[in-house]
Nanobody, 129 residues
Framework: QLRLVESGGGLVEAGGSLRLSCVVS?????????????MGWFRQAPGKEREFVAT????????YYPDSVKGRFTVSRDNTESTVYLQMNSLKPDDTGVYYC?????????????????WGQGTQVTVSS
């Protein structure tokens, strides 16, 4: 089974930056390694549903973002280190929430939670105004 461990969350003032990391180990049920998997970041604010934040294809060739974070967040991956990153700039209080890393067994990931097979435990991001 794939295991995902996020880190890098914390408390930051509005306008600040954070960089989240997600280290992946193991293989999928189909015995695929990390570098065959599309990856995604989601977040969940208190009292709200978990929402899509960013996705990146298996080779890092394509990234997708919702309008709410486009131009401020950047997703990247290092397949040699089995790690995916989320660089978050110009943070706003609305960005507050628990951020989750997720792996899709397919090389081109989807935008909905149901398409992801493996999840990390999450890391808290709090943006103060």
């Amino acid at each position: 089974q794939l295991r995902l461990v996020e880190s890098g969350g914390g408390l930051v003032e509005a306008g600040g930056s954070l960089r989240l990391s997600c280290v992946v180990s193991g293989r999928t049920v189909g015995n695929l390694p990390f570098d065959n998997c599309g990856m995604g970041w989601f977040r969940q604010a208190p009292g709200k549903e978990r929402e899509f934040v960013a996705t990146i294809t298996w080779n890092g060739g394509s990234q997708y973002y919702p309008d709410s974070v486009k131009g401020r967040f950047t997703v990247s991956r290092d397949n040699t280190e089995s790690t995916v990153y989320l660089q978050m700039n110009s943070l706003k209080p609305d960005d507050t929430g628990v951020y989750y890393c997720a792996a899709d067994s397919a090389p081109i990931p989807g935008w909905t939670m149901e398409e992801y097979d493996y999840w990390g435990q999450g890391t808290q991001v709090t943006v103060s105004s």
